[in-house]
């Protein structure tokens, strides 16, 4: 995975999700005539959310290092917690790069 892609993904793990709600509420208070405009950045929000969800428990299941319970054990982290478990798990294992362990 390039390191471009890896940055990508940490930015919409970490940053987005603030940036795009802040962002929202903003313009909802600036310029009360675009009242839809928390609207829409919720839901883009909550699709990136859902894509980097599926990406993570992807990568997740393909890992090689996790064998059994471990496994099981960071897909239920992701399940309850995810807006803390996907930071995580991007700085753990996406971040240092180590490909030989995803098939």
């Not at 793990?13 to 009242?35: E, H, L, M, Q, S």
């Not at 917690?81 to 753990?92: E, G, I, R, T």
Request: hydrophobic content about 60%; aromatic content about 24%; some cysteine.
């Amino acid at each position: 995975m390039s390191k471009f892609l890896k940055i990508a993904i940490g930015i919409f793990t970490v940053i987005w999700p603030a940036v795009a709600i802040g962002g929202a509420f903003a313009i909802f208070w600036c310029f009360p005539k675009f009242r839809y405009s928390f609207v829409v950045s919720f839901a883009i929000t909550a699709f990136a959310i859902a894509c980097l969800f599926i990406y993570t428990v992807t990568h997740a299941v393909k890992n090689d290092r996790f064998s059994g319970p471990n496994g099981m054990r960071w897909i239920m982290f992701f399940l309850f917690a995810n807006w803390l478990a996907v930071p995580v798990y991007w700085y753990l294992y996406i971040w240092p790069g180590k490909s030989q362990d995803i098939k």
